[in-house]
């Protein structure tokens, strides 16, 4: 098939070729990539993308977990077009501003649910997730300088955390893969082990009790590293890249008192899960948590353009504000006007048509009732759902949750039947997830599950032909 560019017309293999010779794609073996070529996609509208071989594929994954109101939208794009043609591009380093950044800015303080009285009224801007936590160490950093106390410098993360893959991105998470490359982490980073109870619980062990466990393994790690030496701890309400992880609901609460107990400030990085992901506007408001500090990027856009940044707490932007004069710290696109206006066109989009309450409500109640009925297949050791993430652990065993050896990378097995039959799902070592858009009507909801049905049977059929199960 011919691809339509706007100079020429391309055959799929003249763009592979191109490909292959030219772009280094983001965590990819690009010898394997050689041999079969990338697919291309080259256009979306609703929940579909569409290939340059005309197939149309259910696209589970949102982009990447970023195109939360859908592919298509035209008020996104007129928001860029507009704002393009008042005002392409202006800094806001040297005592500048812009309408749309200083707009977005008060909506998203307007947005950000007060907690006990702590509030969320400043907004740090950059272009992605992994700057916007390089952001959060630097500002950690500072804070803690400012208030005579530099010795406290360690942050502590999580193992199998995704934090972006920037230095302090790669070293604030917890992929050994990424670590394994490049001397990373950089000093001061700390990890403790994930709230993974299917994984991590003992035999007889209530969901509860784990997550109680699990929450206690950073105050031993707190008291390992000395109290007076920790800055703060970083995690994601739900662990996305690292596999959809939902900590039990007894973590975040014991999370908090531990925090509370050593005065070290908490980093909730919403990448992933703000912006309706799991039905609110923030998704600390529904772990009933009280972050320090708020990482944000693709949803805030749905990923129609680069923005992130960082929601500043009353207790650091005080700090930073009263008693920190310069800080010499920011990005050339902080607060940039075209991304910052298609955000406000974003978020009026989501409140017309109310996309957190349908994920809170009506829709994400489907979704988890759809997705629990994967439970009696064969292969699916265990079904989880928060709003509109959802996971499954594919298992040889059921009964004895033994799982697949690594080298039959049953995940992937599993994600090319979804990819050759019109389904983006993802695979994380044996886990199959989804974070679809957060526009699924019931009836999308049953072909995903559909499709979804259709790949497991796909897998098992391709597993006992040779043999592993
Ligand atoms: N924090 C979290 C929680 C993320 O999920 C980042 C930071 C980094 O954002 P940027 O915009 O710098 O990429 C992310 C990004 C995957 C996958 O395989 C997930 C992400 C990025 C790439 C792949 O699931 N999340």
């Known amino acids: 098939m011919n691809v339509m560019t706007s100079a020429t017309s391309l055959t799929t293999q003249d763009i592979q070729t191109l490909d292959s010779a030219h772009f280094i794609h983001p965590f990819t073996d690009h010898g394997d990539l050689a041999t079969r070529g990338a697919r291309i996609i080259t256009r979306g509208e609703g929940l579909y993308i569409w290939d340059s071989e005309g197939e149309k594929i259910f696209d589970a994954m949102s982009g990447l977990w970023c195109v939360n109101v859908g592919y298509g939208r035209k008020a996104l794009a007129e928001a860029a077009y507009q704002q393009m043609m008042t005002l392409p591009f202006y800094?806001?380093?040297?005592?500048?501003?812009?309408?749309?950044?200083?707009?977005?800015?008060?909506?998203?303080?307007?947005?950000?649910?007060?907690?006990?009285?702590?509030?969320?009224?400043?907004?740090?801007?950059?272009?992605?997730?992994?700057?916007?936590?390089d952001s959060n160490v630097r500002m950690v950093r500072r804070y803690w300088d400012l208030l005579g106390q530099p010795q406290r410098k360690v942050i502590i993360s999580r193992h199998n955390a995704y934090h972006g893959s920037t230095m302090a991105g790669a070293s604030l998470g917890g992929m050994s893969g990424m670590h394994a490359q490049g001397d990373l982490p950089i000093p001061n980073i700390t990890h403790i082990e994930q709230p993974y109870f299917y994984e991590l619980g003992r035999a007889g062990e209530s969901a509860e009790e784990f997550g109680l466990r699990a929450a206690g393994w950073l105050e031993e790690k707190i008291l390992a590293v000395g109290p007076d030496k920790v800055a703060a701890f970083i995690a994601e309400p739900i662990q996305g890249a690292g596999g959809v992880i939902i900590p039990p609901a007894s973590y975040w609460p014991e999370i908090q008192r531990i925090v509370d107990k050593y005065g070290i400030l908490l980093i909730s990085d919403e990448v992933i899960c703000a912006f309706g992901r799991l039905g609110h506007w923030f998704a600390y408001e529904r772990f009933g948590y009280k972050p320090d500090l708020v990482t944000f990027a693709k949803a805030v856009t749905s990923g129609y353009i680069p923005l992130g940044g960082v929601m500043v707490g009353d207790r650091v932007a005080k700090v930073l504000i009263e008693k920190g004069g310069e800080f010499n710290h920011g990005y050339t696109y902080s607060g940039h006007p075209v991304a910052c206006a298609v955000a406000l066109a974003n978020l009026d989009l989501m409140e017309?048509?109310?996309?957190?309450?349908?994920?809170?409500?009506?829709?994400?109640?489907?979704?988890?009732?759809?997705?629990?009925?994967?439970?009696?297949?064969?292969?699916?050791?265990?079904?989880?759902?928060?709003?509109?993430?959802?996971?499954?652990?594919?298992?040889?065993?059921?009964?004895?949750?033994?799982?697949?050896?690594?080298?039959?990378?049953?995940?992937?097995?599993?994600?090319?039947?979804?990819?050759?039959?019109?389904?983006?799902?993802?695979?994380?070592?044996?886990?199959?997830?989804?974070?679809?858009?957060?526009?699924?009507?019931?009836?999308?909801?049953?072909?995903?599950?559909?499709?979804?049905?259709?790949?497991?049977?796909?897998?098992?059929?391709?597993?006992?032909?040779?043999?592993?199960?």
């Open 352 to 469: 017309r048509e109310q996309l957190p309450q349908r994920v809170r409500g009506e829709m994400g109640d489907y979704l988890a009732k759809r997705y629990a009925e994967l439970n009696d297949h064969p292969l699916v050791g265990q079904t989880e759902t928060c709003g509109f993430v959802a996971g499954l652990v594919l298992v040889k065993n059921k009964q004895t949750r033994e799982r697949f050896p690594a080298e039959v990378d049953v995940g992937m097995v599993c994600r090319g039947h979804c990819f050759r039959h019109g389904l983006i799902m993802r695979a994380v070592g044996d886990r199959m997830i989804i974070a679809p858009p957060l526009t699924m009507t019931h009836a999308d909801i049953d072909e995903l599950l559909r499709l979804i049905r259709q790949a497991l049977d796909l897998t098992l059929q391709e597993l006992t032909q040779k043999g592993l199960v």
């Open 91 to 133: 800094n806001s380093f040297f005592q500048t501003t812009n309408v749309p950044a200083v707009q977005l800015a008060a909506r998203l303080a307007a947005l950000a649910p007060k907690v006990d009285g702590r509030s969320f009224e400043h907004v740090f801007y950059s272009s992605s997730g992994s700057e916007s936590n």
